[in-house]
């Protein structure tokens, strides 16, 4: 029995430790969409897209890159610490299937679900693989554009503390979401400044970021309380 603990500790410590390089490679990059294919429509500069979409935020820390599939068709792939871009979807009922990258045939989650016209949805992966704890989420996203000399901006929390985590740009913030969850859109000056990721009263994450105008931001959050690590993602939402 012992000999099994120690397999499986180590089996998660590497696991960890690949998350960790993988999530230090994609940081010194910067954020962006890491999705394979062709990216949504939009309809015009500015513009928001005119057809349901899906895009996948990839944040459980001891999960490798993971292939998304829906209806069997491979749609996207993700790295920890990262997310895709939107793409199209067809609106109706469709089976939703995460397999590792480099274990194809190993289906870790599948579930059914159902997408409306014109909708945006996020698939948010969170917890952790080991012992089943991996989880995915579905969220609608609205898709409405800021109006000229404003932007918005929301949180993803997978950061696995007890304490609900809240996002303040310049004295604007988020409401406080739990771990797998996220919050709403709220609005947020244009312009530089700090996004600060909170648990509580206590600042986690600092980030410099240079809001554009009408620009929407996307921060995720993940890591592991237990072993210290926070990561903090930001992501424009190209429209």
Known sequence: MYLNYL???LKFTQLICFSICSALALSSCGGGGGGDGESRTTSGSGGRSAETALRVLHGSIDTPPVIVSID??????????????YRGVSPGAHTISVAYKNEPDRVVSQFSTTFSEDTEYSLFLTGQARNGGLRTNIFEEVPALPDVGTARAQIYNSFDSSSGLSLDFAGSRSEGVGSGQKSEFFNIPVGPGQLLVRSGGTVVKSISYDVPDQGEVTVMVSGSNDLGIVFAQVYRDFD
């Open 72 to 85: 069997r068709s491979e749609f996207q792939t993700v790295d920890y610490n990262s997310e895709t871009d």
């Open 7 to 9: 397999n499986s500790h």
